[in-house]
């Protein structure tokens, strides 16, 4: 049931009990996946934030923290939630299994956020970050900190203190 997944991660859950509990949704009952999700956002938030740190050391902190929301925002983790199925192996309950746009759903950001928790307690923090950073590669290889990830008031002093082709 989780072959393609392990594929997909390059990693298989030693503990199955924490594996069941990383697609165990809140709708279906009091234990759930709540728990592996706050984790998970954390950890995914330090890997990243280490990564680009790293990464990019001639930016700066508010660009830095840019970066990293782009790339842990609901919506990036919803797309991540896409590419490896997971909403295939969620545990929903009635209710849940019908909203209208459950494909496009933080269902399936929380999933993967309780999914970095769960390989985080089922293993080690190395082996964590690695799978978080080759879920990532193709995204902090496309960053371009020259033309991205302005954000809108940064970009809205930029045009109005750039002098106007009539001021030269």
């Excluded at 996946?33 to 508010?62: H, M, P, Q, T, W």
């Excluded at 293993?123 to 496309?142: G, H, M, P, Q």
């Excluded at 020259?146 to 001021?167: A, V």
Aim: neutral net charge; hydrophobic residues 35%; aromatic residues 8%.
């Amino acid at each position: 049931m989780y072959e393609r997944l392990y594929e997909q991660i390059n990693y298989s859950f030693k503990n199955k009990n924490i594996l069941n509990l990383v697609f165990t949704h809140k709708s279906s009952g009091k234990i759930n996946n709540e728990r592996l999700e706050f984790l998970g956002d954390s950890i995914l938030g330090a890997v990243i934030s280490e990564e680009l740190y790293n990464r990019f050391k001639s930016i700066s902190e508010g660009e830095l923290t840019i970066i990293r929301a782009s790339l842990v925002k609901g919506t990036t983790l919803i797309k991540k939630g896409k590419e490896l199925e997971l909403l295939g192996l969620a545990k929903l309950s009635k209710a849940a299994k019908n909203l209208s746009d459950l494909e496009n759903s933080s269902i399936l950001g929380t999933i993967f956020e309780a999914l970095v928790g769960g390989i985080y307690l089922d293993s080690s923090w190395s082996e964590t970050k690695a799978v978080i950073l080759s879920l990532y590669r193709n995204d902090l290889e496309s960053i371009d900190i020259q033309n991205s990830f302005k954000d809108p008031k940064s970009e809205f002093c930029l045009l109005y203190t750039s002098p106007s082709p009539r001021d030269s």
